[in-house]
Nanobody, 120 residues
Framework: QVQLVESGGGLVQPGGSLRLSCAAS????????MGWYRQPPGKQREFVAR???????NYADSVKGRFTISRDNAKNTVYLQMNSLKPEDTAVYYC??????????????WGQGTQVTVSS
């Protein structure tokens, strides 16, 4: 079993910054990819950013140039640096990981979510 523990959410004013962290622990052979999704109030969950094992990154158009995803492979941790935050970035942010287990199968895991609120 794998656990994803997120931290770093909170309340920030428009134009401010926050850094989210997500640490994976448990039965992990390797991590194929880690990333972030978000669910704004009253809307469906949407893709934000992703980093594959080869450090290839993908971003949603709405966050390009403002958000940066990075990984610390030694700590099995992914970060999301969010700058120039806007009210429309308000959402619950979920960490996602695609893990290769010791049986060599891949499994998807989700964090519990962390609230980010951008408001003056």
């Amino acid at each position: 079993q794998v656990q994803l523990v997120e931290s770093g959410g909170g309340l920030v004013q428009p134009g401010g910054s926050l850094r989210l962290s997500c640490a994976a622990s448990g039965s992990i052979f390797s991590i194929a990819a880690m990333g972030w999704y978000r669910q704004p109030p009253g809307k469906q969950r949407e893709f934000v950013a992703r980093m594959a094992s080869g450090e290839t990154t993908n971003y949603a158009d709405s966050v390009k140039g403002r958000f940066t995803i990075s990984r610390d492979n030694a700590k099995n941790t992914v970060y999301l640096q969010m700058n120039s935050l806007k009210p429309e970035d308000t959402a619950v942010y979920y960490c996602h990981a695609r893990i290769t287990a010791w049986d060599k199968n891949q499994y998807d895991y989700w964090g519990q979510g962390t609230q980010v609120t951008v408001s003056s």
